[in-house]
């Protein structure tokens, strides 16, 4: 198992700036791919950006030039930098791991609420 843990979110004026970290620990060599994604009450959870073991990281095209996601070499830290904020980047944001034995993403963390405002 992976326990994973976010911190980092907050508010926000729009074109403002945050720096969200996903802790990782427990079977951190289980871990294929390790993602970030958002929700918004009401609508599907959305994979924003993910890292496959060392390759480089993807992005959801509406926050491609805004976000960047990085993690130290050993996967127990991954962070999430945010810049220009729009109001629509408002959502609950959370990390997850996908482990090599699993065909999806099956570990979460309990979130963390990012509000920008106009």
């Known amino acids: 198992q992976v326990q994973l843990v976010e911190s980092g979110g907050g508010l926000v004026q729009a074109g403002g700036s945050l720096r969200l970290s996903c802790a990782a620990s427990?079977?951190?060599?289980?871990?294929?791919?390790i993602g970030w994604f958002r929700q918004v009450l009401g609508r599907p959870r959305e994979l924003v950006a993910s890292i496959r073991r060392n390759d480089a990281p993807l992005y959801v095209e509406s926050v491609k030039g805004r976000f960047t996601m990085s993690s130290n070499n050993a996967k127990s830290m991954v962070y999430l930098q945010m810049s220009s904020l729009k109001p629509e980047d408002t959502a609950v944001y959370s990390c997850?791991?996908?482990?090599?034995?699993?065909?999806?993403?099956?570990?979460w963390g309990q979130g963390t609420q990012v509000t920008v405002s106009l």
């Open positions: 427990g079977n951190i060599g289980s871990i294929e791919y």
């Open positions: 997850g791991v996908r482990p090599y034995s699993s065909l999806g993403y099956m570990y």
